[in-house]
């Protein structure tokens, strides 16, 4: 059995490949299980099980199969891998699943294709189910066929496509096997339900029987809706939502429903065939033959040809449609005539769309051929004009049907009206403008009053089918003066007419999950099925916009009546009579004004004027006529406006001119006054009030209306003054108004005025003329050709000077532009659209030159000659020439110059471009008919190879595009044919023409089925192996870009093969950026806040999304209420007026989770959807704004600006809340770093400016996940190629040193190295140039040989700035280290070693000498305090209520530790003060001296102080020699340790007065603390030299060590509650830890650190350990990185270390930590026991352990916890023999005793083991073995009748029995050592450290010399030491050539005669200046000691440890411990015996 499940210990994958079937099968089993829990679709894991899965399907084992296909089923379902498999996997399941004997392997293999159909690889899956049908085995192809059927059922026609299918059904119902004949029926059944009689066709081969039985069961189907039941994955959630809206739109349900069912055309399921080259060759020649039956048979052959291939390919057939239309037209022979109309019908119909081009020279010529009566011709006829309607529109036709409609002949306008009936049966409403029904009305209207009754019943008809198609509302008024009989037929044409084509629904828009279940708009009344709704459908994404447009079409008469400046015509006013005036006046006005109008004294006229126009408006403007009869009576009682008395008639101009700006005033009003007024404009002193008369009729009715009538008159008068002042005022009008007059009204009056003879009428008008010119240009001039010479060069001098002058703003009539204040918004757009645009078309004479394009010319044009055809072509120019202007209408003139175009002869085709070009100026907007016909050959003439032909093709081509548009180009996809058979030189020049031309464009003003249809032509080219088309075609991109959009052409870069995505990709990518920036529209400055989340994080916002779904049902039915009212709507139900960041303690919990695993780590390379997920989570959590986060994750970059600019409005007045929320804020502006727009990334960097000032103002402290989220991503941005991006990039990342640890943001900026972006890579070198410059070389992770090495391999890089950069940042190390420099780099080529040399050189010779931070003068106070500080403040936290750190208190200032960007920044303000100081403005803007003085005059300066000198004091005291005074209880201070205090302050003192160097030494060993501030430092170390230069004698105060506030401060903070602010006292003190040069200055603070972390520790117990996980870590890396430090950790007290052992090996115990975390923590707890048991003073480690020992064995606690300890104490006891030269055997001694007296072993008897007792007895058992009977002399605390003492005598009278114990007392244990064991003794980290020095002082060439000596020395001081363990690993040659050189030293000492003994100033640790500062205090103590013991008269050893065991030192006298050891004093015997031992070992020294 063991065998058998042998394979489950494998990994999955490879049992998915095992030789053993059933390991496959757990396998597969396996793998299904781990699809399911993967829920990211990209993840990794999928990648391993893409090559499988193919495998899996086609197992040999039967039930392995049925398993593999199972997991692939889940695989294809779930992951994102699963396309690239669908090849080989549908393969393997044609081939062996789909037909398998299983059943469910037959299911599971349908499930799988039909899967990969829904991850749309249908066409894949497709192609091989196809395949599988030609299977020779018919089970395979009747299962293939069946799973076609089931996908097409699910799935519908339009994602399983019919045209590979339908080829396949003849063969299939043909074959033998009955199976397969079944399923294909089967088939065929489905594919009839879905596209209906469009495969009848298709099926017409087949057997009778069986179409009868295909018959039978379609006739089963009829009237059935096929729908899919299954949809693709992006179609998946669109349905859901379309299925929601169709719950609550009942009305249009069916129109949906009609749509839905789109029938398939017959045509696309035919393949085309190109019939040009299957035509008979004698085609052309037979068809001009005179013999009829010959023209009949090419004829037919022809027809035969189209009928066999009815969808014909494209191809150039305007020769063979010439050719036809002849026929039609010119044949006399009628049978010829029908078979040329059938024979053109099929054509068009084949060549569908494409046949447009040829459309509009045939409809002409067919419609004039409609006057032959005979009926097969008529008919095919007929057939052809409704074949080529389907390429063509009414629109495109309208000329050709207007002019036939008015042909004299009455059956061609019968026809044509048929026609036009018919054709508007299948036109769909919005193909048809307003003008275009206007014209067809208009015409059709006249053809109706006809005679012929057959003209008049067929022009009803077709007004009662266009009245259906565009509703009988909409034409009804343009059918006012047809009489009732008519009309009646009209209606009842409009019943019976049928639409036969489906009307076009209004354009739905995604309804949001809260709309009202009732519709708006339920109560309008439908106009019928076919008929389109007359109102669009209001849109249900917002309310506002159906308020907007109801309240706009409902009251849009009343607005303009109630407006009374709007000046809107009444259409009901009419004309009153006078005597109705006359009465109303009667009612209006007072008697007395009345008698006063017409009274003969002026005086009285005067006064009633006055009068009225006091009153004149306190009328009602609502009464109807008010303005007519004010106007009228003022003018019409005599003497009227004929006033003699010029003050009165000024008056009465004003009565006229109030009326107009306060009533409404009418046409008819104007009509009346309008003449009286333009003759008052000659008046001498009421000229201006006549002319401001006319300026207020005219706002208040039309320009164009008053000035034709003032124009009019005044031409008719012979007073030159009317006439100039007449053209004056027009002037000055048409500036105030706007050019608002169609300029073929005025033209005729201006040429009038020019011509006058008076030179004043002459100037006025040519005045005007200069007018006009500014607003209609060049064609000014066109008009005034013909004038005389002199006249024309007044007009072209007025003309040149306003030609290009832009015009001014018009300033009256703008009001009208809008109906009311609140559609502002809706018609900015348009404003420009009210005004008549100038149609130059309409204004120039045209000439009609079609009765000149004879016959013969065009025959001459297409003549066999070259010469003659130029001929023909130059006689053309001419007739163009001739007539300057020519209308559209050319007749045949069109197709003859497409043939020439293409002409062979290049001078011929040069010379039809320059007359198409010609053309094109001569025709004006006009020329866009021909374009459809001319423009393939001006594209064929753009591909030629003759560059004056290409040019002459551009220029052609520009012209058309400039005189009528672009649109007419982009049509019948002629560009995407040209593109597809062009050659290179036409593709580079259309493309470069297509990238010229469409940016410019208006985004809608081109079909993007063109564009589209081009695509895939553009990604062929950007591939293309011809440079010049790549490099246009790259151009392009960005034209194409901007109308159909970056998504639409990134979706269809999925056909593309994959070699060339990258390339595609990259250039669409290139081409985003430069995307048009849209502003985003008025009151859309919110994106829609999303109604539904996928996961809901809180209650709150499903109720809130009801709350606002109800509102908006509410402004839905309330379609009444006015517009005003929707703003104040909005803002309640759609804004979200809370704060855009809320205050909350949620960001802590965030971190938590991110260090749990429980979300995403922000790490990726592009961001994917789950990121953006989890960072909406999580804003939702937060509260923050949904509007702001509606427009946070809005697609639209637009709403992305305005979310930094709410937030930069919101930084100054929410700062609290932001930093609540900075790592949300973070992250989300990391996504924008990936978009591509630079306008959102410039935004974002400044306000990431704005946001990290603000925090550095604050002394905030970034979190970890803060930065690990953010600073990655932000590096990526550096070596972006904009210069500002990169410049914001490098500002932030300054901003970011001072807020996080600058040796995390070194980590990520060395990662930026690994780009492949060169400039991302200099950047990066740039940035570590200058932290490095900033903070030291200390900065460099993870070591600095490390980080330069990879800095200096960037000197080889091929890019020229990243060489310079890396050169540059070596450079800045080089002047911070020195030669070390070279060391630190490695190796380096010789290329780079001599380009960092020269560098080197080169930067020494320019640098200055830069001023040390401790040199900055103190002097400048108010510098040090503004600066923020870089040190986080513990205290004092409680009343921020946030997680940020607070300020630091004032009073701490000068004691804080400025971290060196702190002080950088004090010399940069200093520096900036300085220059501010030179730069001290002069001039206006400078400072008053005087007013200064006057400020300054009571100040007190420096320079004024006087000193004043005090009687001197005697302080001879305080150098007197400290005395120890002893207490009154005869307690005083040890003397030999005072004696040991001042001789360390003589030592402080002497390096006091040495280098720098030693004074930093100096501070850190007096407990100075290096984190002052530089001041404080400087003073202190002047303020203690100069006391050491007064007196030797020190001072106490000065030696005893202080302790720094900010540090204790700092430390404490390590215990805080707040996680937080205990991390970030933590990572400030790793910094310190892990800095070599300041570790020291925490040697005082050992025992607070320890007590603050023990804290902690219990603190954290408390806590929930998802919780505490997040401190833990810290703390036990710390706690870690503390004993692992060289100088810290050996001096804590016994005490300390057992709280501290007690509390690591209860972590241990517990098992607490171990949870899903592999027991990491653990291995770090350890890894901090073990450092501890080697670092802490031995004699402290042992009496703590057996402490804890003797505490915890009596107390119930963890069984582990004392099996931990005693494995401690074991640990100790293997180091005694090593380490007993430490130990203090005394207090051990001692604790042993404590233990023992504690827990003595009759308490051990009662216990279930005595383990503990037995190992403190082996402590004394191994001690007792080290020191022997020497032991005994430790025992001096221990009472005699202790259970210690009687064991330890117990155990040296066994040592005595066994013989290991001397008489002279010497340790059995040391007798027994060999000198192979001290050789092999372990040896201490020092000397370890020194030997590893010499060996690489060997490995180097230029120091192996010295090396082999200090070897050599160092062996001679350490015999006993062997060197083979450090060579262990070095190769045979270098053991080789380490003995030689030693020998060779030997051999040159001994040739010397060298005797002597080593100096020990050879000896390497007297040599080598690098030791860590605690060797040296060693060596300091050892020194003292020694001194001291010289004073008592002892010159060597005072050691416990040398008693009787001295006679090792007989043994080893090189070994002898400096160490001294504290003990009583020595007996006199005692010393006498030492004294005779020392002199012993010096006598054998010397006989050495």
Same mark, same amino acid.
């Given at each position: ?301 022809? &027809?035969? *040809?189209?009928?066999? !291939? $009815?969808? #014909? ?6 020769? =063979?449609?010439? +050719? /036809? ?77 207007? &002019?036939? *409609?008015?042909?004299? !002949? $009455?059956? #061609? ?6 026609? =036009?009936?018919? +054709? /508007? ?97 339920? +109560? ?1525």
């Amino acid at each position: 059995m063991a065998e058998d499940t042998e394979y489950k210990k494998l990994p999955i994958e490879e049992r998915c490949v095992h030789k053993l079937w059933k390991a496959r099968v757990d396998g597969y089993e396996e793998a299904a299980k781990l699809f399911r829990e993967l829920d990211d679709e990209k993840s990794p894991e999928w990648s391993k099980y893409a090559g499988l899965i193919k495998k899996m399907v086609v197992d040999s084992n039967a039930l392995a199969q049925e398993k593999g296909l199972e997991a692939a089923l889940i695989f294809v379902e779930n992951s994102g891998f699963a396309g690239r498999t669908v090849g080989d996997v549908m393969t393997g399941i044609v081939q062996k699943c789909i037909a398998a004997p299983k059943t469910k392997t037959k299911e599971l293999s349908v499930q799988v294709t039909l899967m990969y159909v829904e991850i749309e690889k249908q066409e894949a899956v497709l192609e091989e189910l196809v395949k599988g049908m030609e299977h020779k085995n018919p089970k395979i192809v009747s299962a293939c066929v069946a799973a076609t059927t089931q996908a097409m059922k699910e799935f519908g026609t339009k994602v399983i496509g019919v045209k590979p299918i339908i080829k396949k059904l003849a063969p299939l119902m043909s074959d033998r096997d009955k199976a397969v004949r079944d399923e294909t029926k089967q088939l065929a059944v489905e594919m009839y339900r879905w596209i209906g009689a469009a495969m009848k066709s298709h099926i017409a081969s087949l057997p009778q029987v069986t179409i009868k039985e295909l018959e039978d069961e379609f006739e089963k189907l009829k009237g059935e809706r096929a729908e899919p039941t299954r949809y693709l994955k992006s179609q998946q959630e669109k349905q859901a939502k379309i299925a929601d809206e169709a719950a609550t739109e009942d009305a249009y349900n069916d129109d949906d429903a009609e749509a839905g069912a789109e029938e398939v055309d017959p045509m696309d399921l035919i393949d085309p065939v190109d019939i040009l080259s299957k035509m008979p060759k004698d085609f052309y020649d037979k068809l001009e033959e005179k013999k009829w039956t010959l023209r009949k048979e090419s004829l037919e052959a022809l &027809e035969k *040809l189209l009928t066999d !291939n $009815p969808k #014909v390919e494209n191809g150039e057939y305007g020769t =063979l449609v010439n +050719a /036809l239309k002849k026929v039609i037209t010119k044949d006399s022979n009628v049978v010829l005539v029908a078979m040329a109309g059938k024979c053109l019908a099929l054509l068009a119909k084949g060549l569908s769309k494409r046949f447009s081009n040829y459309a509009t020279a045939c409809v002409s010529a067919l419609l004039e051929k409609f006057k032959e009566k005979k009926p097969n011709v008529v008919s095919a006829l007929r057939e052809a004009m409704d074949a080529i309607y389907g390429s063509t529109t009414l629109e495109a036709q309208q000329e050709s049907i207007v &002019e036939a *409609l008015a042909n004299k !002949n $009455p059956s #061609v306008k019968s026809e044509t009206a048929l026609f =036009l009936a018919r +054709a /508007l049966t299948r036109t769909q409403p919005t193909a048809l403008n307003k003008k275009l029904i206007k014209l067809l009305t208009t015409t059709l209207i006249k053809t109706l009053n006809e005679s012929d009754p057959v003209v008049r019943d067929s022009s009803a008809e077709a007004l009662g089918t266009l009245m259906k198609l565009v509703s009988e509302k909409a034409l009804t008024p343009l059918l006012v003066d047809v009489d009732p009989l008519k009309m009646s037929k009209i209606k009842e044409c409009h019943d019976k007419a049928e639409i036969k084509i489906k009307v076009a629904a209004p354009k739905k828009e995604a309804r949001p999950a809260t709309a009202p279940a009732a519709k708006p708009a339920a +109560a309008k009344p439908s106009g019928g099925s076919t008929e389109p709704n007359p109102v669009a459908r209001p849109a249900t994404s917002g309310a506002r916009k159906v308020v907007k447009k109801a309240a706009g079409a409902s009251s849009a008469a009343p607005a303009a009546l109630s407006k009374a400046p709007s000046g809107k015509a009444l259409a009901t006013e009419r004309e009153m009579t006078p005597e109705e005036v006359q009465d109303k006046a009667d009612e209006l006005l007072p008697a007395e004004i009345l008698s006063g109008l017409v009274d003969s004294n002026w005086k009285n006229r005067l006064a009633a004027v006055e009068q009225l126009l006091a009153q004149i408006t306190s009328f009602d403007s609502k009464q109807p006529g008010i303005s007519q009869v004010l106007v009228r009576t003022i003018s019409g009682r005599k003497p009227g406006l004929k006033e003699m008395n010029f003050q009165v008639l000024k008056y009465k101009l004003d009565i006229i001119r109030s009326v107009a700006e306060n009533y409404p005033v009418t046409n008819i009003t104007v009509d009346h006054v309008a003449t009286e007024i333009t003759e008052k404009l000659g008046d001498a002193k009421n000229s201006g009030g006549a002319a401001d008369v006319l300026t207020a009729l005219s706002e208040a009715t039309k320009l164009e209306y008053v000035v034709g009538k003032v124009l009019s008159f005044a031409l008719e008068q012979k007073s030159p003054k009317v006439q100039s002042e007449a053209f004056n005022w027009v002037n000055k009008s048409i500036i105030e108004f706007g050019f608002k007059i169609q300029p073929k009204l005025l033209i005729e009056d201006v040429r009038k005025g020019v011509q006058s003879t008076n030179p004043t009428v002459r100037g006025a008008a040519i005045q005007l003329v200069g007018t006009m010119t500014m607003y209609m240009g060049n064609a000014v001039m066109i008009f005034f050709d013909g004038e005389k010479p002199a006249l024309k060069s007044q007009i072209q001098t007025e003309f040149n000077k306003n030609l290009g002058e832009k015009p001014p703003k018009p300033i009256r009539g703008v009001q009208r532009s809008s109906v009311s204040p609140e559609d502002d918004e809706d018609d900015d757009g348009a404003g420009g659209s009210s005004e008549p645009e100038v149609n130059l078309a309409d204004l120039l004479p045209r000439v009609d030159i079609s009765s000149q394009i004879t016959e013969a010319l065009l025959k001459e044009m297409s003549d066999k000659d070259w010469k003659t055809r130029n001929e023909g072509l130059t006689k053309l120019q001419a007739i163009i020439t001739d007539a300057k202007l020519i209308k559209p209408s050319i007749g045949d003139l069109a197709p003859a110059l497409a043939h020439r175009l293409v002409d062979s002869n290049a001078k011929i085709a040069q010379t039809a471009l320059s007359i198409c070009e010609q053309l094109s100026t001569a025709m004006g907007a006009g020329c866009r008919s021909h374009v459809r016909v001319l423009f393939p050959g001006f594209l064929h003439a753009l591909g030629d190879s003759k560059s004056f032909v290409r040019a002459a093709a551009l220029n052609c081509i520009n012209s058309f595009g400039e005189q009528g548009g672009y649109k007419e180009f982009f049509e019948s996809e002629m560009i995407a044919d040209a593109l597809k058979s062009g050659s290179p030189a036409l593709k580079s020049e259309l493309w470069n023409w297509l990238a010229e031309k469409l940016p410019p464009l208006p985004p809608k003003s081109i079909p993007k089925e063109e564009l589209t249809s081009m695509v895939p032509h553009l990604y062929a080219h950007i591939c293309d192996r011809n440079v010049d088309v790549r490099k246009n075609a790259n151009e392009a991109v960005l034209g194409i870009m901007i109308h159909l959009g970056f998504e639409a052409m990134n979706r269809a870069l999925d056909k593309q093969k994959p070699a060339s995505k990258k390339d595609i990709m990259a250039a669409l990518e290139k081409a985003r950026p430069n995307l048009p920036v849209k502003p985003l529209p008025k009151g859309k400055q919110q994106a829609p806040i999303p109604e539904e989340t996928k996961k809901v994080v809180r209650s709150g916002g499903a109720a809130a999304a009801q709350k606002q779904g109800a509102g908006k049902a509410g402004a839905g039915a309330g379609t009444e209420k006015t517009a005003a009212a929707v703003p104040s709507r909005k803002k309640e139900e759609d804004v979200d007026t809370s704060p855009l960041l809320a205050v909350n303690s949620i960001k802590n919990q965030r971190l938590i989770d991110e260090q749990k695993m429980r979300v995403l780590k922000w790490t990726f390379t592009t961001p994917r959807e789950e990121f953006t997920d989890l960072l909406r989570d999580q804003m939702t959590t937060a509260n923050v704004n949904k509007a702001l986060m509606a427009n946070m994750f809005h697609d639209d970059f637009r709403y992305h600006l305005k979310v930094i600019e709410q937030l930069s409005e919101d930084l100054p007045n929410n700062s609290r809340a932001l930093i609540c929320n900075l790592d949300l804020i973070l992250k989300w502006l990391t996504l924008r770093f990936y978009d591509t727009n630079p306008s959102v990334l410039i935004k974002g960097l400044e306000y990431l400016g704005q946001v990290f000032q603000m925090l550095v103002e604050m002394e905030y402290m970034m979190a970890e996940n803060e930065g690990s989220s953010f600073v990655p991503h932000l590096l990526l941005k550096i070596g972006d190629p904009k210069d500002a991006v990169r410049n914001g990039v490098r500002r932030v990342l300054r901003q970011i040193n001072l807020l996080y640890p600058f040796t995390k943001v070194f980590s990520y900026v060395m990662e930026g190295l690994k780009s492949k972006n060169a400039r991302q890579r200099t950047e990066c070198l740039d940035e570590l140039t200058y932290l490095i410059e900033s903070y030291g070389l200390s900065i460099c992770q993870p070591s600095q040989q490390v980080a330069l090495k990879e800095i200096a391999r960037q000197i080889s890089d091929r890019d020229n700035s990243v060489r310079n950069a890396a050169l540059n940042c070596i450079v800045m190390a080089y002047f911070l280290a020195g030669e070390k420099i070279y060391k630190l780099i490695g190796q380096l080529s010789e290329k780079d070693l001599s380009m960092l040399d020269e560098r080197i050189k080169r930067a020494k010779k320019t640098r200055k000498p830069a001023v040390p931070v401790a040199e900055v003068p103190p002097n400048n106070k108010a510098v040090t305090q503004v600066v923020q500080q870089d040190i986080i403040e513990i205290e004092d936290a409680e009343g921020n209520g946030c997680d940020e750190l607070p300020p630091p208190d004032e009073e701490g200032t000068f004691d804080q530790a400025p971290s060196a960007q702190v002080l950088q920044l004090q010399q940069q303000l200093q520096l900036q003060q300085q220059q501010a100081q030179q730069q001290r403005t002069s001039g206006p803007f400078g400072l008053d001296p005087n007013v200064m003085a006057e400020i300054e005059k009571d100040w007190v300066r420096a320079d004024q102080m006087v000193f004043k000198e005090y009687t001197p004091v005697d302080t001879s005291l305080l150098f007197e020699p400290i005395k120890v005074i002893p207490t009154r209880d005869g307690f005083q201070y040890p003397q030999d340790k005072f004696d040991r205090l001042i001789a360390r302050s003589h030592y402080i003192q002497q390096n006091l007065t040495t280098s720098p160097q030693a004074n930093n030494t100096g501070h850190t060993a007096s407990g100075i603390s290096p984190y002052r501030s530089p001041m404080r430092i400087q003073q202190q170390q002047m303020q203690t030299h100069q006391n050491n230069m007064d007196n030797n004698m020190p001072n106490l105060a000065d030696v005893l060590p202080k302790h720094d506030p900010q540090l204790v401060k700092i430390i404490k903070a390590v215990s805080s509650n707040d996680t937080l602010k205990a991390r970030a006292a933590i990572n400030e003190l790793t910094a310190i830890i892990e800095s070599p040069e300041k570790q020291a200055v925490l040697r005082d603070y050992e025992e607070i650190f320890i007590q603050n972390v023990l804290a902690q520790l219990k603190n954290l117990s408390q806590l929930p350990i998802s919780q505490a996980l997040v401190v833990y870590q810290p703390l036990l890396s710390i706690l870690y990185t503390f004993f692992n430090a060289n100088i810290l950790g050996k001096t804590l007290s016994v005490a300390c270390i057992k709280n501290l052992m007690s509390a690591l090996l209860h972590l241990l115990a517990d098992q607490k930590l171990t949870s899903g975390d592999d027991s990491q923590y653990n291995k770090v707890i350890n890894g901090i026991c073990l450092k501890v048991l080697d670092k802490a003073n031995f004699t402290n480690i042992y009496c703590a352990l057996i402490r804890l020992l003797r505490e915890t064995c009596p107390v119930a606690g963890l069984p582990k916890f004392t099996d931990l300890l005693m494995k401690c104490i074991w640990r100790n006891i293997k180091m005694l023999p090593e380490r007993t030269n430490e130990l203090n055997y005394d207090a051990v001694i001692l604790e042993v005793h404590e233990f023992m007296l504690a827990l003595p072993s009759t308490w051990w008897q009662n216990r279930p083991s005595d383990t503990p007792l037995r190992t403190v007895k082996t402590i004394i058992h191994n001690m007792a073995k080290v020191k022997g009977n020497g032991i005994l002399q430790h025992l001096n605390q221990i009472p005699t009748h202790s259970e210690l003492h009687t064991y330890l005598i117990r155990i040296l009278k066994n040592f005595q029995k066994d013989g290991t114990v001397s008489g002279t007392g010497v340790s059995p244990q040391r007798q027994q050592f060999s000198a192979k064991e001290i050789a092999t003794k372990r040896i201490s980290h020092q000397t370890h450290d020194t030997v590893s020095q010499i060996f690489k002082l060997i490995s180097d060439k230029d120091t192996k010399q010295q090396g082999l000596q200090k070897l050599y020395d160092f062996k001679q001081q350490n015999p006993d030491i062997d060197l083979s363990t450090f060579l262990q690993g070095a190769s045979a040659t270098f053991h080789k050539y380490i003995e030689e050189g030693l020998a060779e030293i030997e051999r040159q000492n001994q040739n010397a005669g060298s005797t002597q003994a080593p100096d020990n100033r050879t000896d390497v640790n007297y040599q080598n200046a690098t030791h860590d500062p605690d060797y040296w205090m060693d060596r300091l103590q050892n020194l003292m000691s020694t001194r001291s013991a010289s004073d008592d008269g002892s010159h060597m050893l005072d050691n416990k440890v040398a008693d009787e065991n001295l006679c090792l030192n007989s043994m080893n006298p090189q070994k002898v411990s400096l160490i001294r050891r504290e003990k009583p004093e020595l007996s006199p015997n005692r010393l006498q015996h030492i004294q005779a031992k020392l002199a012993q070992i010096k006598k054998e020294n010397h006989a050495q």
